[in-house]
T-cell receptor, first 113, second 113 residues
């Protein structure tokens, strides 16, 4: 069974640009969560999608957005990049069973210059 | 008060000893509790979850949950240098597949050979 895939693995952008990150969950999982991880703030929840609908959203500005497609693949977009957006962006595939374990992808390391 | 609190460490233990990692949470309605291991530069890996009061054992790992006192702990027996990593505690307030997961900032564990 394939794990969670995220592309690209590394990105370097400049301030003001926008970026789109992609995540493919584990086959059969219909829910995806996105997190931002920085050394100072730890893992911060961005949003969760289930069956193409955003079910939950964290406390991030509107520059951060996402969507989910019918095949459960998800994308997140960050517009008007700021230096503080430099982080590891993690996608988690949610089992939706029992107590809903999360399985993380390898992450996308975004550097904003 | 942070929703999920962990001592950042580092916690240093000699090889073969028991490592004890602790986590407290603020929301009494929390349903499920997870421990993740994260090696430097890697994404979090789920190692244990628990949702009932008491102990849950899996190999060298034991998770302990006390809902009345609002704490969850992870014991690692016979610690090995390969256990050196940051351990993240996560708490899920949601249920029935709905995710509302909050992570602690992690405890760095160092196992000294």
């Amino acid at each position: 069974k394939a794990g969670v895939t995220q592309t690209p693995r590394y990105l370097i952008k400049t301030r003001g640009q926008q970026v789109t990150l992609s995540c493919s969950p584990i086959s059969g999982h219909r829910s995806v969560s996105w997190y931002q991880q920085t050394p100072g703030q730890g893992l911060q929840f961005l949003f969760e999608y289930f069956s193409e609908t955003q079910r939950n959203k964290g406390n991030f500005p509107g520059r951060f957005s996402g969507r989910q497609f019918s095949n459960s693949r998800s994308e997140m977009n960050v517009s008007t990049l700021e230096l503080g957006d430099s982080a590891l962006y993690l996608c988690a595939s949610n089992s939706g069973l029992g107590h809903n374990e999360q399985f993380f992808g390898p992450g996308t390391r975004l550097t904003v210059l | 008060q942070k929703e999920v609190e962990q001592n950042s460490g580092p916690l240093s233990v000699p090889e073969g000893a028991i490592a004890s990692l602790n986590c407290t949470y603020s929301d009494r309605g929390s349903q499920s509790f997870f421990w993740y291991r994260q090696y430097s530069g890697k994404s979090p890996e789920l190692i244990m979850f628990i949702y009932s009061n008491g102990d849950k054992e899996d190999g060298r790992f034991t998770a302990q949950l006390n809902k009345a006192s609002q704490y969850v702990s992870l014991l690692i027996r016979d610690s090995q240098p390969s256990d050196s990593a940051t351990y993240l505690c996560a708490v899920n307030l949601g249920s029935g597949g709905y995710q509302k997961v909050t992570f602690g900032t992690g405890t760095k564990l160092q196992v000294i050979p």
